[in-house]
């Protein structure tokens, strides 16, 4: 299996390189990237939760819901790892999450920051670099 992401040098935060052979899966891998560097681990307590989102653009579609993503884990003590998309366009989604409660978490993320944000597409894969105020 090829690897969806990587764990960037960086002095103080979180940065990732996430991979996606479309944008849903950029978007997929990203939240998947954020529990797995955080070592976020989950219970066996499965969860599905409702989630909405629109913006100008895909780069802001995909902060948005990397900072949805973190509101909902830190106020519901929820991971996800699956999303089902019920619509998809670069500036709107719905869908619902799937996961489970937060057994343990190593590192709590407060935020997607816009340094350093890069959204590209390179030999027809979606690459995304982020960085998360930690």
């Not at 989604?93 to 709590?108: P, S, W, Y």
């Amino acid at each position: 299996m090829a690897k969806f992401f990587e764990i960037l040098p960086h002095k103080a935060d979180l940065q990732i390189k996430v991979y996606g052979s479309s944008k849903e899966e950029l978007l997929v891998n990203s939240m998947k990237a954020m529990f797995e560097a955080t070592g976020t681990k989950g219970s066996s307590e499965k969860i599905t939760r409702s989630i909405e989102i629109s913006a100008p653009t895909f780069e802001q579609l995909l902060i948005d819901f990397l900072n949805e993503i973190i509101y909902l884990s830190e106020v519901e003590g929820e991971m996800y790892s699956q999303i089902k998309f019920e619509e998809f366009s670069d500036n709107y989604l719905k869908g619902q999450l799937r996961g489970c409660k937060i057994a343990k978490r190593e590192l709590l993320i407060k935020g997607v920051t816009y340094h350093n944000f890069k959204i590209e597409k390179k030999n027809n894969r979606w690459e995304a670099t982020i960085l998360f105020d930690v």
